[in-house]
């Protein structure tokens, strides 16, 4: 199984902020990576799909980079809702894996 | 307006077996890739299975052997048969569904259905 790590587990920023989340992969996946936010009591929702295309909806303030192994989320400038808990997760092969999540927190 | 809703989880006893259903709203099951995801509490997204159209379908080694994805064309509803539960199956089940470009891009969750197993 491909493996997932996200950095950092956990961010503490403010209202307008630049954030950046990181996910790198134990092998190379091509641009087969996705991006989901989760809030609390709540179904994941999907962000980013193809490492960098912008699902239908999604706020343009999301975007995401990267290919291989390592893979970028951005958000240009957090909003009040966009505190939540955010995952990677490859769609290269199967079965697909998550990231363990990077829960971002109001400062 | 895509929508899904889980239903039939609960309290269960190990060993036991447990049924769950996704009914699907404004796309059809039959001609969309089928998921199920599940969360422990606290803790992160683990993918179960698939069921294709064409009707083949995938699993989680940790669950293989154990469950069993189905669909119901007529009800327009997708089924997660859980059998010899063991407590590290609790879990919030979500359906999801597949996106066209890849059967592992998950656009559509429903809510999820708590399944708690416990003696």
């Known amino acids: 199984d491909i493996q997932m790590t996200q950095s950092p587990s956990s961010l503490s920023a403010s209202v307008g902020d630049r954030v950046t989340i990181t996910c790198r992969t134990s092998q190379s996946i091509s641009s087969d990576l996705n991006w989901y936010q989760q809030k609390p009591g709540k179904a994941p929702k999907l962000l980013i799909y193809a490492a960098s295309s912008l699902q239908s909806e999604v706020p343009s303030s999301f975007s995401g980079s990267g290919s291989g192994t390592d893979f970028t989320l951005t958000i240009s400038s957090l909003q009040p809702e966009d505190f939540a808990t955010y995952y990677c997760?490859?769609?290269?092969?199967?079965?697909?894996?998550f990231g363990q999540g990077t829960k971002l927190e109001i400062k | 307006e895509v929508q899904l809703v889980e239903s039939g989880g609960g309290l269960i006893q190990p060993g036991g077996s447990l049924r769950l259903s996704c009914a699907a709203s404004e796309f059809t099951v039959s001609s969309n890739y089928m998921n199920w995801v599940r969360q422990a509490p606290g803790k992160g997204l683990e993918w179960v299975s698939v069921?294709?159209?064409?009707?083949?379908?995938y699993y989680a080694d940790s669950v293989k052997g154990r469950f069993t994805i189905s669909r119901d064309n007529s009800k327009n509803t997708l089924y997660l048969q859980m059998n010899s539960l063991r407590a590290e199956d609790t879990a919030v089940y979500f359906c999801?569904?597949?996106?066209?470009?890849?059967?592992?891009?998950?656009?559509?969750w429903g809510q999820g259905t708590l399944v708690t197993v416990s003696s």
């Open positions: 069921l294709f159209g064409g009707g083949s379908t």
């Open positions: 997760q490859q769609s290269y092969s199967t079965p697909p894996t």
């Open positions: 999801a569904r597949g996106k066209t470009l890849s059967w592992a891009i998950f656009d559509y």
